[in-house]
Every structure is written in structure tokens, then in C-alpha cells.
């Protein structure tokens, strides 16, 4: 394809000739000339099909995108606008469909808690249990917003008995257990927490935070060698994790492992440090 083509078919884009626009972009973006040019084409081809309402096709491109250019600005935000219109039409089409289903009320309470709006994410999160009061998920998430709304003793237990419900209803929910088993450790009752710690992991093994606080449990009842194994493989699966490596400086450190304290404890600087910049 010749550039004259190519730039015939972005000028097709930027005029809102879409059909046309695409019979040219799609064939030149599997094959472009150079990087800055498939970029361009890749955004207008996007912008195309998206004016098309052929979504399928315009997500596809968009995340091909993001393989090529993972770090540019732009491509991000074009890329989160188009799932965000996307979500947008969807849920204007779910409110039309099905304005009093159980799913609207869950798609609510999930837009309230992205919102913070956690007093009106836990009142729709109640609307959706006593519609389906088996829902897998839903008493995981209500117990979330309650903490998150507040973090007093009956906040906390509220929040406690909602995770044990969802556990009663999917016994391998991981995240669930995490949350008893961090409120547990929180209160100094390491046993229960090291159940419930070690459950996270048994159901998900690379379950970074469960297996910190797995470890930071072990601390906390002497056995730092048995903490070091879960803290090793935490940086592994997140090598920039700032808290298992203070962890695990603090573990090399008891065990009187000098040159490797000195080592994680420079790492967790450096990580800490580029984090306030």
C-alpha cells in the first residue's frame, strides 16, 4: 500500500468517512510501514470502527495497541475511553431492558463503590442478596464496602460476618478468606489468621497479599524461617512490591543474614524513594 493510500485513508477517519476509512486502515495496521505511522493508523482505525458501532472490532484494535505502544499516553486514554463509552451504552441498554433485574442493582453498587460512594454501594449490594441471596460474590463485596466505609469494632464485625456467609457460599473464594484472616491477625488471633492466610494461597497461589500477610503472621508468632519461603516468592510474583521487601529485610535481619538485609532494605529504599518522586 502506497503512503498516499495510507494518508487517504486517516483523512477518511478524521472526516467521519468510517466505511471508507476502514477498507484501507484495517489492511495497512496489519502491515504498517513504520512504528510512528502504525500508530496513527491504529488510533483512526479504532476511532472508525467505533463510529461504526462494530465495538468487537475497535476493543481488538485498541488492545493490539496497547501491545505495541503499552506506555503511550495517549493510546491509554483512548483505549479506557472506549471501554468506557462501551460500559456506558451497556448500562443505559440494561437500565432500558431490565430497570427493576437483579443485575442493575449489582452494576450500581459496583459504580457506587468505584465512586466511594460506599453508604450507596452497601444499599444496593442488600437490594441484589435479597433478589438472589446465593450470588456468589456479593457478601464479599458488601463486607468490602462496609470496611471501607468505616473501620470501627461493629463495622469490622459486620464486615467479618459477610465474608464468613460468601466463604459459606463459595468455599474457595480466596479473597474472602484473606480478609477474615487479616482482620483476625489485626486482633492478634494468629491461629485463626494462618488458617485463613494459608486457604488464600491453597486457592490461589500467587496471591501476593495473602501470602504477606501469611508471612508477617509467622512473624508475629516467632517462626521467620517458615515466613521467609512465602516473602521470597511475594517479590518473585511482584518483584516491585514495596512491603514484602521491608518484610523481608526484617526476616533476613532476625535470622542474622546481614549482606542480604543490607541488600533488600537498599532495594525497598530505592523503591520507596521512586514512589514520593
Not at 474457595?172 to 491461629?191: L, V
Amino acid at each position: 500500500m502506497t503512503q498516499a493510500q495510507m494518508m487517504l485513508g486517516l483523512c477518511y477517519a478524521e472526516l467521519g468517512r468510517n466505511q471508507q476509512a476502514v477498507s484501507i486502515l484495517a489492511p495497512a495496521f496489519r502491515h504498517p510501514p513504520d512504528r510512528q505511522m502504525g500508530r496513527l493508523i491504529g488510533l483512526d482505525l479504532q476511532r472508525a470502527y467505533a463510529g461504526q458501532q462494530q465495538y468487537d472490532k475497535a476493543i481488538a484494535v485498541a488492545d493490539e495497541l496497547l501491545k505495541r505502544y503499552p506506555d503511550d499516553p495517549e493510546i491509554l486514554f483512548q483505549s479506557s475511553r472506549l471501554h468506557a463509552d462501551r460500559a456506558y451504552e451497556l448500562m443505559t441498554q440494561l437500565m432500558q431492558a431490565a430497570p427493576s433485574s437483579v443485575w442493575l442493582h449489582y452494576a450500581t453498587a459496583e459504580v457506587h463503590a468505584s465512586l466511594q460512594r460506599y453508604d450507596l454501594a452497601i444499599v444496593e449490594y442488600r437490594n441484589v442478596l435479597e433478589m438472589e441471596p446465593r450470588m456468589p460474590g456479593i457478601h464479599f463485596r458488601l463486607g468490602r464496602a462496609i470496611l471501607q466505609a468505616s473501620k470501627d469494632t461493629n463495622a469490622v464485625e459486620a464486615a467479618l460476618h459477610e465474608f464468613e456467609l460468601e466463604l459459606a457460599i463459595a468455599p474457595e473464594n480466596s479473597d474472602a478468606e484473606y480478609e477474615i484472616g487479616e482482620i483476625c491477625r489485626q486482633r492478634g488471633q494468629f491461629e485463626p489468621a494462618l488458617v485463613h492466610f494459608s486457604n488464600a494461597i491453597r486457592d490461589h497461589p500467587s496471591f501476593v497479599q495473602a501470602r504477606i500477610g501469611l508471612a508477617s503472621t509467622l512473624i508475629s508468632r516467632g517462626r521467620p524461617r517458615e515466613a521467609l519461603g512465602h516473602l521470597l516468592e511475594a517479590v518473585r510474583i511482584e518483584p516491585q512490591n514495596e512491603v514484602a521487601h521491608f518484610r523481608l529485610a526484617s526476616v533476613y535481619k532476625t535470622l542474622g543474614d546481614t549482606p542480604n538485609h543490607q541488600k533488600e532494605m537498599a532495594f525497598f529504599q530505592k523503591l520507596h524513594s521512586s514512589g514520593d518522586s
